[in-house]
């Protein structure tokens, strides 16, 4: 399963940033990290661990389709237990 | 072991740790990612890969690029990229060390007291400022069709929507303006309709003047790997000097340099006196056309009694003593294109675009296609090849020349000027009606004193290298290097022929160290994240641009001000403008986006539409005209005009010309007759010569003769001669030979048997060697339509030097 490393950028809104990590604590494909302010946005690093690249790309679409995310950022996909044809290997 | 995490667990990890670091690097003032998510993007044994296009030619070929540590460590072909498909060139493969030279340009420098000397970045843009400000309407833009699109179109908008001067033009008037004025006369657009799938379907493919082999490699590899598969695939090569390609040719047409009009035209005739052309085709989709008095693009309507009269006087014994190619192989070429089961492709390229008559050349070449019926189904087509990755994408889209605006639009036509400004929100007025200098124009201008008339005072020009490329340089380029009041801006990546002689030479970003987008010949837009930093302090040459408009702006200048009083380049983010003119700001927004969404409506005006700019993030590119489907999703288009594919032919038919310069659907088929070069070998000089690239090197060569592979594979120019010339001159290989025209001369050495076979009485010299400059003995006459100067004929005596011995 490839595991991708995200670092999410939230707006400043209490209420909103609080609705994203709720809603993403409740996935249990999401590790969240330690989040960092940085100017008046905070930085969440992320870890998604999903089936297939593609489901990756599409929850990460969604998490930056999210009310009260700035953008998304892909810091890079580790999917070295995929075979070529992008099956698990173990 | 207990406790021992999992292979998984590790990942998790590893992941996770990225993620921070990445958060506390911004933290501690390290600049930002790209704001990005890109889909290719993906990390192996701590590589981290992302797709790009290729940074050299116009084919387009998609790489992946690795990265570790900060640097490119890896190149690979990208399978998944229709173009290539996992195949790259040698050139290609190399790519990734052409950031890595020892020499890269990492700071601003100023020409004082006859030296470059460093100066800071805000030195440097007041520099720039002033001198924009002394006159902005003796200021000029060279730039590029290596600029990526949003740095052409902040060129764009910098000179026509701000300075109000079109005095912009790109290199690749040198080696495509023909290409347009061809098809702008033909089909009133611009581009070809065909794409590269037109090489897998093809069964004859026919290089006009062309060398793929060396050229277009992966193109050329794309056609001759079909025999590979038992596929019959013919090839016919029209050419002045045998080349890697006609050693793969089924029949090799050896003409004399301009011998391709007569043979375009016996084609034409040969066609009708057969009666094997395309009637139905051409009574439904085609008009007639001639030259008109005074000379115009759109010339005549001529009907096609008088085309057939025209045309009758090229039969193949006239066209055998124009071109020198036997009337026998004339008519079988004529009857493998009166034959309708077969499918032709034509590709083309320098050989003819930088041509005297290369309007005529393209338009003859297309109209061979129309008249025949080869046209609009895969594997029928005519298609002119670039040579740079954005002459189409940055010059023919953007409209970088100086008399166009983006989108197909141009200066002169005042509807298109008020669209213009209504997009770019400036006061009606501000774009200039009168078309800027063309690229010989303007070098001519920038070396004529002010006090002769000479009104450029300063040239900006952004990754090219005209004291190379240009022609003539001893008439174009270097006089202007001796008069006081004329200033050089030159942004490089690494010192070049031009930067040795600039007065400001400022470092510039290439390729993945900044964000990019590029159209190769295909139609097909492609776009890139950055992925490393430049070396040094060099930046983005659309942040140089950016940061120069900024000085303007905040010294007042009503230019750089759009009709609400606004900074012509602001982007803004929740609400707030974003400092992008500050570095240290650049990547806080992704400006390429921003520039793009901004050019996407030109897009729109001419049938070029180009998808959103995160379309183009997740795929290998789109070919244009790019159209949204019901179902919201983005379909792009393979072959123009077709009624099965072009979204913009009109319902229920088959074939529609929509943008036809007879307004009536229909494509023209020119006649242009055979004319004679502009100079030809006489007494006092007695050869031909021809320039031209090899495979190992790109253009200039100031990016692959960085690379050392490349480098020692092919270390130096060579004059390349016919041997019986050789032993008459009494030279062996490797001795050296002086070249000399009526322009300059220059002295090299010779190969005889080497990778060409030129006929006896020409010569052929590669231009991509800056120790050996053959630009000094070119000639600059042009094409009345298009102004690209012919490189591939001019007249030159040849002596021999010495006997020393070595290898070139």
Redesign the interface.
């Known amino acids: ?1 490839p ?5 999410v950028t939230l ?1 400043p809104s209490e209420l909103l940033r609080k609705q994203i990590v709720d809603g993403l604590s409740a996935d249990a494909r999401v ?1 969240l ?2 989040a ?1 302010d ?1 100017a008046a946005n905070q ?1 969440v ?3 998604l ?1 999903t089936e297939t ?1 593609g489901e990756a ?1 599409d929850t ?2 969604a998490i ?1 389709a999210m009310d009260g995310v ?12 995929l075979d070529d044809c992008g099956t698990q290997t ?1 | 072991m207990k406790n021992q995490p999992t ?2 667990e590790l ?2 990890r ?3 740790i ?3 670091t ?3 690097e ?2 501690n003032g390290a600049p930002a ?1 790209p ?5 290719h ?5 701590g590589v ?1 890969w992302d797709k790009a296009p290729c940074r050299f030619c116009g084919t387009g070929c998609h790489v992946q690029v690795g990265v570790k540590d900060g640097k490119v460590v890896a190149i690979a072909g990208d399978r998944q990229a229709e173009v290539n498909k996992g195949l790259l060139c040698v050139k290609g493969y190399h790519v990734g060390l052409a950031l890595y030279g020892k020499d890269r340009l990492t700071q601003p420098l100023l020409r004082q007291d006859g030296k470059l000397v460093p100066i800071s970045w805000k030195k440097a843009l007041d520099v720039i400022a002033d001198r924009v400000q002394k006159n902005p309407a003796g200021f000029a833009f060279y730039g590029s069709g290596q600029w990526t699109i949003p740095e052409g179109y902040a060129a764009n908008k910098f000179m026509k929507g701000g300075l109000s001067n079109n005095h912009i033009d790109p290199n690749a008037r040198l080696c495509m303006a023909s290409a347009v004025t061809g098809f702008l006369s033909t089909y009133g657009v611009d581009e070809p309709a065909g794409c590269y799938d037109d090489l897998d379907a093809c069964d004859v493919v026919v290089f006009w003047g062309n060398n793929p082999a060396e050229m277009h490699p992966v193109l050329f590899s794309r056609i001759v790997d079909r025999r590979s598969r038992g596929e019959t695939v013919r090839i016919v090569d029209i050419t002045t000097r045998t080349t890697r390609s006609s050693g793969f040719a089924d029949d090799v047409l050896l003409m004399k340099p301009q011998g391709d009009l007569a043979i375009a035209n016996g084609l034409l005739h040969l066609l009708i006196a057969r009666g094997t052309y395309d009637k139905e085709f051409v009574e439904k989709y085609c008009a007639f056309r001639g030259e008109s008095d005074p000379p115009s693009l759109n010339g005549k309507a001529i009907s096609f009694e008088d085309f057939k009269r025209e045309i009758a006087e090229y039969t193949p014994a006239y066209v055998e003593q124009l071109s020198g190619v036997p009337a026998r192989k004339i008519e079988e070429l004529a009857t493998l294109f009166g034959d309708r089961k077969l499918k032709i492709t034509s590709l083309w390229c320098m050989g003819v675009n930088q041509h005297t008559r290369g309007t005529a050349m393209n338009a003859l070449i297309h109209g061979v296609h129309l008249l025949s019926g080869h046209f609009g189904t895969p594997g029928n087509a005519p298609t002119s090849l670039t040579g740079q990755p954005s002459a189409c994408g940055t010059v023919r889209e953007v409209g970088t020349l100086s008399h166009a605006l983006p989108g197909g639009r141009v200066v002169a036509n005042e509807k298109h000027r008020r669209q213009g400004e209504d997009l770019w929100r400036v006061p009606h007025g501000r774009i200039n009606a009168k078309p800027g200098y063309h690229t010989v124009e303007l070098w001519r201008n920038f070396s004529t004193p002010t006090e002769k008339g000479g009104d450029i005072h300063t040239i900006w020009v952004q990754v090219t290298n005209p004291g190379q490329t240009l022609p003539n340089t001893n008439e174009l380029f270097y006089p202007s290097r001796k008069l006081k009041d004329k200033f050089l801006i030159v942004s490089d990546v690494y010192p070049t022929e031009t930067t040795l002689h600039a007065d400001l030479v400022l470092p510039s970003a290439m390729w993945v160290e900044k964000n990019g987008m590029v159209g190769n010949s295909e139609r097909r837009t492609q776009q890139w994240f950055k992925m490393v930093a430049p070396p040094g302090d060099a930046r983005d040459d659309c942040w140089q641009i950016i940061a120069v408009a900024r000085r303007l702006f905040d010294r007042g200048f009503a230019g750089m001000k759009d009709k609400d009083g606004k900074f012509l380049f602001a982007v803004e983010e ?1 609400g707030k403008e974003v400092p992008i003119w500050d570095y240290r700001h650049y990547y806080d927004v992704n400006v390429d986006r921003s520039l793009f969404e901004e050019y996407r409506p030109w897009t729109r005006l001419k049938h070029k539409d180009l998808a959103p700019y995160d379309e183009y993030v997740r795929a290998h590119g789109l070919r244009w005209p790019v159209v949204q489907q019901p179902d919201s999703s983005w379909r792009e288009t393979k072959f123009r005009f077709s009624g099965f594919d072009d979204p913009y032919v009109a319902k229920g038919k088959t074939y529609d010309f929509y943008h036809s310069t007879s307004e009536d659907g229909r494509a023209q088929i020119w006649f242009h007759p055979y004319a004679a070069p502009p100079e030809a070998p006489d007494k006092d000089f007695p050869f031909w010569l021809c320039t031209g690239r090899v495979l190992e090197h790109w253009h200039s060569g100031s990016l692959t003769m960085r690379i050392p592979q490349l480098r020692r594979a092919m270390p130096q120019a060579y004059a390349e001669m016919h041997p019986m010339d050789a032993r008459t001159l009494g030279v062996g290989n490797g001795e050296r030979l002086r070249i000399r025209s009526r322009r300059g001369e220059l002295e090299l050495p010779v190969w005889i048997g080497g990778r060409g076979a030129p006929p006896p009485g020409t010569v052929f010299v590669p231009f991509f060697d800056e120790s050996l400059l053959i630009n000094r003995v070119t000639l600059d006459a042009h094409d009345p339509f298009s102004k690209q100067p012919d490189y591939k004929k001019c007249a030159v005596a040849l002596e021999r030097l010495s006997t020393e011995a070595g290898t070139p």
């Open positions: 399963m595991v991708s490393s995200l670092v707006l590790t990290g330690l960092q940085f930085l690093p992320v870890v661990e690249i790309r990460a679409e930056a700035a953008q998304v950022e892909l810091v890079g996909v580790d999917f070295s237990d173990e | 292979r998984r990942m998790k590893a992941a996770m990225a993620a921070t990445v958060i506390s911004r933290a990612l704001a990005r998510y890109s889909p993007l993906r990390v192996v044994d981290q929740n």
